[in-house]
């Protein structure tokens, strides 16, 4: 019953559900945060290495090669829709940086969007997708200039 009481304060999670548990080294703090966890209807594990080795995996991982395909064109031509079509429909490997940040800056940006990242959570997700790319296969990415 207490279980359920602490789900219930915990946003999006349910019974069963896989979390991940880190502090800045991945120490005892993680540790003893993880195994409590696991004493209930979750699934834990500890970030090896906690917060500061998984930056420096972040930020190391952009060295793997990858072979990149650049979608150019104006403003407005679909680019990101393109983009967004090789991935639905062609099960292609995409980056969509002006999703991935939340931009605001583009002519549609602020629609429907949440707030956008901070410069290092943004790092962090694009060296995600990065990491777990097949090297065998392209990346597409959208030219988005510097601005993103």
Same mark, same amino acid.
């Given at each position: 019953?207490?279980?359920?009481?602490?789900?219930?304060?915990?946003?999006?999670?349910?019974?069963?559900?896989?979390?991940?548990?880190?502090?800045?080294?991945? @120490?005892? !703090?993680?540790?003893?945060?993880?195994?409590?966890?696991? =004493?209930?209807p %979750?699934? +834990?594990?500890?970030?090896?290495? &906690?917060?500061? @080795?998984? !930056?420096?995996?972040?930020?190391?991982?952009?060295e793997? =090669?990858?072979? %990149?395909? +650049?979608?150019?064109?104006?403003? &407005?031509?679909?680019?990101?829709?393109?983009?967004?079509?090789?991935?639905?429909?062609?099960?292609?490997?995409?980056?969509?940086?002006?999703?991935?940040?939340?931009?605001?800056?583009?002519?549609?940006?602020?629609?429907?969007?949440?707030?956008?990242?901070?410069n290092?959570?943004?790092?962090?997700l694009?060296?995600?997708?990065?990491?777990?790319?097949?090297?065998?296969?392209?990346?597409?990415?959208?030219d988005?200039?510097?601005?993103?």
């Amino acid at each position: 019953r207490s279980w359920r009481a602490l789900l219930s304060r915990l946003p999006d999670t349910r019974e069963g559900d896989e979390v991940l548990v880190y502090c800045k080294r991945g @120490g005892m !703090r993680s540790g003893g945060v993880a195994w409590l966890l696991s =004493q209930g209807p %979750l699934q +834990v594990r500890v970030l090896s290495g &906690g917060y500061k @080795g998984f !930056r420096q995996w972040a930020l190391g991982v952009w060295e793997q =090669q990858r072979r %990149l395909v +650049v979608l150019a064109g104006r403003t &407005g031509a679909g680019k990101t829709d393109v983009l967004l079509a090789l991935r639905d429909h062609r099960s292609e490997q995409i980056i969509d940086l002006e999703g991935d940040a939340h931009h605001r800056g583009s002519s549609f940006g602020a629609l429907g969007r949440p707030a956008q990242p901070t410069n290092e959570q943004y790092e962090n997700l694009l060296a995600a997708q990065w990491g777990g790319f097949d090297p065998a296969r392209p990346v597409f990415i959208e030219d988005e200039g510097a601005h993103v």
